[in-house]
């Protein structure tokens, strides 16, 4: 079913914390009761899982066992890696950096509001579950928020949502003390956030104003690749195929021939002109969903034909999959007897060595704390050996300005 609104939420309705930075995007993609709703369990959101659950039980016992959970939600390979990982960085900053703040700690508090935001009949009501919070009490408090994925951008609303879950759990007193800590577990660092009640009492009124008033407003842009309502979403379609459409035209009003006209025209000197910077954004994010629905177009036709067989098209040809057998050695096993019939040399010139794979075996194997150390000198020792070939790859990023300067002056960033 193709559905674009309207939003058709009669009944009282609980937002998650989690899908509140979603909300003030894109509203429909989380208010939304006419489209179907596509939620998968992908690997990443099952390592943050257990991630989660490791870092609960560090901070309730001092201790966890990332295997047996792993195994629970049957993650194998480099993904325990991962996990191990990511859990020791939590225990690592929990212990020398965090923990003293938290004199109660309390781990995976489910916690709801009581005072509804009423907007159009309908009563929103917040929810959330907080990974470690301690001394709640009449008007402090303290929260923690362990962040597992790649990206370290898009989480304010979500703290404000906790902290002001917190606030209503206080009875929104209006001289407050709430500190919201997000500990970004790859990158390795985290951010203080101070919350008073009058940041809560704005918040709460653009929530209600500027986003629960306007259910219907789709905005699509880079997170429909993420949204649970994407198959069957009429603006990310129209978007989808209205770009598709203007490449293949060649249209010379649309945001094809403009971005195409923009980059041929820009210098050094114009790149800083007033668009300028929106039309090539705009135009990424076209061709990144342009590039998705063809994936997916693609992974459809391939499983309707494992499914059903091949298809006849026209009278001459039909369409099937082709299977190719892909052959790789196992290296611990092959060489053994290659050496039968290559020198080392041969074998070494026809082999190719994952510098990542190597680094993440030797940091695995050294000492807590020393990792970093046996890392680096294991690349200096390869490149005394001229073992490492460099050259340099690019690809089209957009770093947001906030990130670039954080780069320079990270006070809380550990190296
Ligand atoms: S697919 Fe995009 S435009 Fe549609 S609801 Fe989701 S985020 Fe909004």
Request: aromatic letters at 18%.
């Given at each position: 079913m193709l559905a674009r609104g309207?939003?058709?939420?009669t009944k009282d309705a609980t937002i998650r914390a989690s899908s509140v930075d979603n909300l003030f995007v894109c509203p429909p993609s989380i208010l939304s009761t006419t489209h179907n709703r596509i939620t998968s369990q992908n690997t990443p959101a099952m390592i943050g899982k257990v991630v989660h659950e490791c870092a609960a039980a560090y901070v309730e016992s001092?201790?966890?066992d990332a295997d047996a959970m792993c195994s629970v939600y049957g993650l194998v390979g480099e993904d325990v890696d991962t996990v191990r990982k990511l859990a020791f960085c939590a225990a690592g900053i929990w212990d020398r950096d965090i923990s003293k703040y938290f004199t109660r700690p309390q781990v995976e508090s489910s916690i709801k509001s009581s005072t509804p935001i009423t907007v159009n009949g309908v009563q929103y009501y917040l929810s959330g579950t907080i990974d470690v919070a301690s001394g709640v009490g009449a008007t402090e408090a303290i929260f923690l928020d362990w962040k597992s994925g790649f990206?370290?951008?898009?989480?304010a609303n979500q703290m404000l949502t906790y902290a002001y879950l917190l606030w209503d759990f206080m009875g929104r007193p209006q001289t407050i003390s709430i500190t919201g800590i997000v500990v970004f577990l790859r990158h390795r660092y985290f951010d203080v956030v101070k919350y008073d009640a009058r940041t809560l009492e704005a918040w709460e009124y653009d929530l209600a104003h500027n986003v629960l008033e306007n259910p219907d407003k789709f905005s699509p842009g880079p997170r429909c690749n993420y949204c649970e309502i994407r198959s069957s979403c009429e603006a990310r379609r129209e978007v989808v195929a209205g770009s598709i459409d203007d490449i293949l035209s060649g249209n010379t009003d649309g945001w094809y021939q403009g971005g195409m006209d923009t980059l041929k025209d820009l210098t050094d000197v114009n790149?800083?002109?007033?668009?300028v910077g929106d039309i090539l954004s705009d135009m990424m994010f076209r061709i990144s969903v342009c590039d998705s629905a063809i994936k997916s177009a693609k992974e459809m036709i391939k499983a309707t034909l494992k499914r059903v067989g091949p298809i006849p098209c026209g009278a001459k040809s039909q369409m099937d999959l082709k299977e190719t057998e892909v052959k790789s050695l196992v290296a611990e096993k092959a060489i053994p007897v290659l050496r039968d019939s290559m020198s080392d040399s041969d074998i070494a010139a026809a082999s190719r060595i994952s510098l990542t794979k190597v680094m993440q075996t030797v940091s695995g194997r050294a000492p807590r704390g020393k990792k970093g150390e046996v890392r680096d000198g294991l690349v200096e020792k390869l490149d005394e050996a001229g073992a490492i070939r460099r050259s340099v790859q690019h690809r089209i990023v957009e770093v947001s300005n906030e990130e670039e300067e954080a780069d320079t002056t990270t006070s809380e960033k550990e190296s």
């Open positions: 309207p939003t058709t939420m001092k201790k966890f990206v370290d951008d898009g989480y790149k800083y002109n007033d668009g």
